[in-house]
């Protein structure tokens, strides 16, 4: 597990994995694969339960988009 420090919103689609993230102040929430998620910027919990892909885009890193 780890936290992230987002600097604006990330849109990520997962293409393999599962986890379940919990932004700071939020409720967590279980992505899977097929999933389309959007984070909000700040603080948020990763706790990976299967290796994660995911295809995302940041508006802090516009235009670029990336596939992890």
Not at 44 to 50: D, F, S, Y
């Amino acid at each position: 597990s780890r936290t992230l420090t987002l600097d604006d919103v990330e849109k990520s689609y997962f293409l393999e994995g599962s986890a379940t993230l919990t932004p700071e102040g939020g409720a967590p929430v279980t992505v899977n694969k097929g999933d389309l998620v959007v984070v909000p910027a700040g603080r948020c919990h990763w706790q990976v339960h299967a290796a994660v892909r995911r295809h995302y885009r940041s508006e802090a890193l516009s235009p670029a988009c990336c596939i992890v």
